[in-house]
């Protein structure tokens, strides 16, 4: 499970500016708020607080750990890691059979002088340095890069973290996991492949957006702690970390009293084509999963309009009967394009390519998922009709969301899934800028960006989301939370947009079975 957890003693964390929300810095501002917070302090007092917040962290996580190995990098990061070093080798300095050493690949000539400072603490205080990994270590403390690695790692230095990320030993990341983009969760190891054994993260003095998508979490380990060095930073965030869901409010909706199903919103799902109208390829269950999401979500009425000629309709949805079925050509014929919030393209296949123009022309508030954003083809190839469509739907003052997961994203962006990884923060709002739109990148850390509006990454939702139909149920969520929203700006819009994306993540949170919970489970 994710925490982020101020080490002890730090005090509470500052407010953000929305309940649940904690800022991200990049390493552009990260780095202005260091040489800021470094102009008023002594010299080295920033290391100096990083080393020991390390030291702190990995006393309290392995207090039994006799032999400590730090992996120490040429930069300022490595210098963490040798303060620590020298902090730790006092504290066991009476254990018997202790050791800390150090492993610095780079060697020592080119340190800059915060971490050549540290690396002669450490000296003085007698840690020892070696030339061959610590392979008998019962901690290790991986120093190697933090802020400062932003193009391939090669040569000595991947075999360095091949090595460290091929160990079982317990590791502390010492403010990144080496070998992230500390900016978008990039890995720049050659290998996809997330490190091995039980690892934690202390991001220092900020935290970063890398951290919390693409390979942030996968690579960060169990926990991802922080340690602001004691430097209050009230700069504007790069992004938003999400890390509660606000949402759905159950209590609040019972507490209504005046209420009734109309003022809660309508949702109308189209999708779900039936074999018959796709080649013998029936994919009417992933409507199905957004229209019982977004009747469990609080949507007061839910219609799934199916891709299927209506003697294929099916009399109800026996797991939610209140889902009201009818075909997509009547409910896109009816009145309720203009009423509802529109979810449409869940399991649309090709049968919803018919219904693009239309979708666009005439759904104010308009979900796109899956095969609806497919249909639309790469909005950047410059005969594309869509932007046109786009800037008179913004015009309006009409909204649009859309959920792509990499694959989806890259075919919006002709570009291909490793460039949407490569940065996904910046994937999400080049699509949101290019059509105007709020956009949800889906996958680990998924990403909400809307044009002018700080992207949120949310922190929840794990590996157990990876299965089918689990996307479905999302469209549905969304669906119901914008259905129940009065605002409209972009920022509000995103912002609800981000809570339901938290409460999707909410959904696997307390899961406990060694099963993993099914797209059905999710919302049972
Ligand atoms: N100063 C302070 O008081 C504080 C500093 N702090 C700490 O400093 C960290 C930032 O330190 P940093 O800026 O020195 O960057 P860092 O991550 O050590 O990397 C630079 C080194 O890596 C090398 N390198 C990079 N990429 C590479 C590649 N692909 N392949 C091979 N080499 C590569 C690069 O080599 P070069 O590019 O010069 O050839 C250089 O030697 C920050 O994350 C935090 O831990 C905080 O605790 C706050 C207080
Ligand atoms: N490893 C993961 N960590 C967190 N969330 C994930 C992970 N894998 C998938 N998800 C989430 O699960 C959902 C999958 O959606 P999608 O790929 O569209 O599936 P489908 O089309 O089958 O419904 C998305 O919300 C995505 O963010």
Not at 140 to 162: I, K, Q, S
Request: aromatic share 4%.
């Amino acid at each position: 499970m994710l925490q982020i957890l101020p080490l002890p003693g730090d005090g509470p964390p500052r407010e953000a500016a929305r309940p649940g929300r904690r800022p991200l810095y990049g390493v552009a501002v990260s780095r202005a708020i260091e040489q800021r917070a470094a102009a008023t302090l002594p010299p080295h007092t920033l290391m100096q607080r990083a080393g020991m917040a390390v030291a702190r962290l990995a006393r309290a996580w392995q207090p039994h750990a006799r032999r400590v190995g730090v992996i120490a990098g040429a930069g300022n990061n490595g210098g963490d890691g040798w303060y620590a070093a020298a902090l730790l080798h006092r504290h066991l300095a009476d254990v018997p059979g202790a050791a800390v050493c150090v492993w610095a690949p780079g060697g020592v000539q080119r340190l800059p002088a915060d971490a050549r400072w540290a690396y002669e603490a450490a000296v003085a205080a007698g840690v020892r340095t070696v030339d061959t990994p610590p392979d008998d270590a019962e901690l290790l403390v991986d120093a190697v890069f933090g802020l400062g690695l932003a193009r391939p790692v090669e040569g000595v230095w991947r075999d360095t973290l091949r090595w460290l990320h091929a160990q079982a030993t317990p590791t502390l990341c010492v403010d990144l996991p080496s070998g992230l983009d500390a900016d978008t969760g990039r890995w720049w190891v050659d290998a996809p492949v997330a490190p091995r054994g039980d690892r934690l993260t202390l991001s220092l003095l900020t935290l970063k957006p890398g951290l919390f998508t693409g390979m942030g979490r996968a690579a960060a380990g169990e926990a991802i702690w922080f340690d602001d060095l004691g430097v209050p930073a009230d700069d504007a965030p790069t992004a938003w970390l999400q890390t509660t869901a606000a949402w759905p409010d159950g209590a609040a909706l019972r507490r209504a009293h005046a209420s009734h199903k109309g003022s809660r919103g309508d949702v109308l799902v189209i999708g779900g084509q039936s074999p018959g109208a796709g080649a013998g390829v029936g994919m009417g269950g992933a409507a199905l999963l957004a229209g019982r999401a977004a009747l469990r979500a609080g949507a007061g009425r839910v219609y799934v309009g199916l891709l299927a000629e209506a003697r294929d309709l099916p009399p109800c949805d026996p797991v939610q009967p209140a889902l009201m079925l009818r075909t997509a050509a009547a409910a896109l014929g009816s009145e309720l394009p203009q009423r509802a919030v529109v979810v449409a393209g869940c399991g649309g296949g090709d049968a919803i390519h018919a219904h693009l123009t239309d979708l666009l022309a005439r759904c104010p508030r308009l979900v796109l998922d899956a095969d609806a954003l497919n249909a639309l083809g790469p909005i950047a190839a410059p005969s594309a009709s869509c932007p046109d469509v786009w800037r008179e739907r913004h015009t309006r003052g009409w909204w649009t969301v859309l959920t792509p997961h990499p694959l989806e994203a890259a075919r919006l962006l002709g570009t291909d899934v490793a460039q949407v990884q490569a940065d996904r923060p910046g994937a999400a709002r080049t699509l949101a800028k290019r059509l105007n739109a709020t956009v949800v990148l889906k996958g680990s850390g998924s990403v909400t960006a809307a044009p002018g509006v700080t992207p949120i990454i949310n922190g929840g939702g794990d590996g157990a989301l990876a299965t089918a139909g689990t996307g479905d149920v999302l469209a549905g969520l969304i669906g119901a939370r914008l259905a129940a929203l009065d605002a409209t700006s972009p920022a509000d819009t995103a912002a609800a947009v981000a809570d339901a994306v938290a409460a999707h993540g909410d959904l696997v949170r307390h899961w406990t079975s060694p099963w993993p919970p099914t797209a059905t489970d999710l919302i049972a």
